[in-house]
C-alpha cells in the first residue's frame, strides 16, 4: 500500500515539477491502484495540455491547436483565448479606420481602448471638416471677389488693367510695380495675360483664372477675376489677382496630416489601402510589396520606444531607395507596403533583396545595438487580375511570411549566417 502510495506521489510530483521525467506504469500497480493511476495519467494529460496551451497565449500566438473538450481545466483560457482573438479582429479593423469598434469586457483596458478609438474617430473627423473650411475658404477667394471693392492702389491683390489689343500696361497698383522690374516674374505673367485676354469675349462677364509664378524655386498660387472694361476709352481688360499660396499650403498641411504617417513621414494605411482599392479598380500593371521589419518589438521591449522609432526610420530610408515614384504606406508598426508601376516579379524581388542587404549593412557598425533585418513578399498585380485588394494583400504577406520562415531555417542550419539573436554583439 505504502510503496503504491509512494510510487503514484512520485508521479503526481513529477508531472507538475519534472514533466519530461514523468512516466507511469499502471500494470505495476496493485489492482486496487489501478483506477486511481489511470486517472492520474489523464490529469497529466490535462496539465501538459493546458502547460503547452498557456504557453502559446503567454507568446501571443493565438493561431495554435486549442486543447480536447474533456480538459475542464483549460476551460479559463480557452475563454481567454476567444476573447483576444476578437480583440485582434477588433484592433485591425480600427487600423483600417473603423472607429466603431467598442470593448465591453477587460476592465480597465476596455476603458481605454474605448477612449483611444473616440479619439482617433473625432481626430478624423475634425481634420476632414478642417480640410472642407479651408478649401471653402479658397474657393470664396477665387470666386468672390468683388471688381470694385479692390481695385485702389493700396489693395494688396496685384490689380493690372491691360489695353485689349496692344497688351500695353495702362494702370498697375503698388504689389505690381513691384515685380514689373522683376526678371523671373514678368515674363511669364505676360505671356499668360496675353493669353487669357485671347479668351475674353469683349461683352463677357468678369471669369475667373489661375496663374502659377515661380521665383527661385519658390510658387505662389494665385486665383485672378478677369473683367472686360473701357479704360480711357480703351478696349482693356482688368486684371485682380490674389495670393493664395497660404490657403493651398495649409490645405496641404491638413491633407497630410490626415494621409501621412507621422513618424515616418509616408502614407499611412488609410491612405494605402485606397490607393491600392483604385489601382485595382482602374486595372493598372503593377508591383504589390508586404515588408515586415524584423524583431521590432523586441527592440522596443529591450531598448524602448526612442529606438525602435529609430530602427523604424532606418528601415524606411531604405525602402525609399526602392525607386524615384514608389508609393510606400506604413500599414502598422512594423509592417509596410510599396506600390510600384512599372515592375515585374523577379525585378522587384531584386530589388528588395538589394535592399535587405544594405540594411544588413548597418549592423557592422560599430556602435550597433542590435540585428537590423527586413523581411518581404511581393505580388505582380495585372490588368486581368481578378483577386481584391485584400486577396492580393493577404497574398504578399503570406509570401513575406515564407519568406521569414526560410531565413530563420537558414540561420538554423548554416554557420556564420546571420545571428540567430535579434542583437547584434556590441563592438
Not at 485591425?92 to 465591453?104: L, P
Request: charged share 30%.
Amino acid at each position: 500500500m505504502e510503496s503504491a502510495a509512494e510510487y503514484l506521489f512520485e508521479y503526481l510530483r513529477d508531472v507538475l515539477y519534472d514533466p519530461a521525467r514523468a512516466n507511469m506504469d499502471v500494470q505495476r500497480l496493485p489492482e486496487e491502484f489501478k483506477e486511481l493511476g489511470q486517472g492520474l495519467e489523464f490529469l497529466a494529460e490535462c496539465v501538459t495540455e493546458t502547460r503547452t496551451f498557456a504557453k502559446f497565449l503567454a507568446k501571443g500566438e493565438l493561431n495554435c491547436p486549442l486543447p480536447s473538450h474533456e480538459n475542464e481545466m483549460a476551460a479559463p483560457l480557452k475563454a481567454l483565448h476567444a476573447t483576444l482573438k476578437h480583440l485582434t479582429w477588433q484592433t485591425q479593423q480600427v487600423a483600417k479606420g473603423d472607429y466603431r469598434q467598442h470593448v465591453d469586457y477587460l476592465g480597465e483596458f476596455a476603458t481605454a481602448f474605448n477612449t483611444m478609438t473616440k479619439q482617433l474617430e473625432q481626430r478624423h473627423v475634425a481634420l476632414a471638416r478642417e480640410i472642407e473650411v479651408s478649401r471653402q475658404k479658397t474657393r470664396a477667394l477665387e470666386q468672390s471677389n468683388d471688381l470694385f471693392e479692390t481695385v485702389t492702389r493700396d489693395s494688396e491683390q496685384w490689380i493690372a488693367v491691360v489695353e485689349r489689343d496692344t497688351g500695353e500696361w495702362l494702370f498697375s497698383n503698388y504689389p505690381v510695380t513691384q515685380i514689373l522690374a522683376s526678371d523671373s516674374f514678368l515674363p511669364r505673367l505676360k505671356r499668360w495675360m496675353s493669353g487669357e485676354i485671347a479668351e475674353t469675349d469683349s461683352g463677357a462677364e468678369s471669369r475667373t483664372s489661375e496663374i502659377e509664378l515661380s521665383d527661385n524655386g519658390i510658387a505662389q498660387f494665385f486665383t485672378a477675376i478677369l473683367r472686360p472694361i473701357i479704360w480711357r476709352e480703351k478696349p482693356s481688360v482688368v486684371f485682380v489677382l490674389t495670393d493664395v499660396s497660404a490657403e493651398r499650403a495649409h490645405i496641404r498641411e491638413l491633407e497630410n496630416k490626415a494621409y501621412r504617417d507621422t513618424l515616418t513621414r509616408q502614407y499611412n494605411r488609410h491612405f494605402g489601402m485606397r490607393l491600392l482599392d483604385e489601382w485595382v479598380a482602374e486595372k493598372r500593371s503593377f508591383m504589390l510589396c508586404f515588408v515586415d521589419i524584423d524583431n521590432l518589438k523586441y527592440v522596443n521591449d529591450k531598448f524602448g520606444h526612442n529606438e525602435g522609432d529609430k530602427y523604424i526610420l532606418a528601415v524606411t530610408a531604405v525602402l525609399r531607395g526602392f525607386s524615384p515614384d514608389v508609393m510606400i504606406c506604413r500599414l502598422g508598426g512594423d509592417e509596410f507596403m510599396l506600390l510600384a508601376e512599372g515592375w515585374d516579379e523577379e525585378r522587384a524581388e531584386a530589388r528588395l533583396a538589394a535592399l535587405r542587404g544594405r540594411l544588413l549593412k548597418r549592423n557592422d557598425e560599430p556602435e550597433t545595438q542590435y540585428f537590423h533585418s527586413m523581411s518581404y513578399g511581393a505580388i505582380s498585380v495585372t490588368p486581368d487580375n481578378t483577386l481584391t485588394p485584400s486577396e492580393l494583400l493577404a497574398i504578399a504577406d503570406e509570401r513575406m511570411y515564407n519568406y521569414k520562415k526560410a531565413r530563420k531555417l537558414e540561420r538554423a542550419s548554416s554557420a556564420g549566417a546571420e545571428p540567430v539573436a535579434p542583437v547584434a554583439t556590441p563592438k
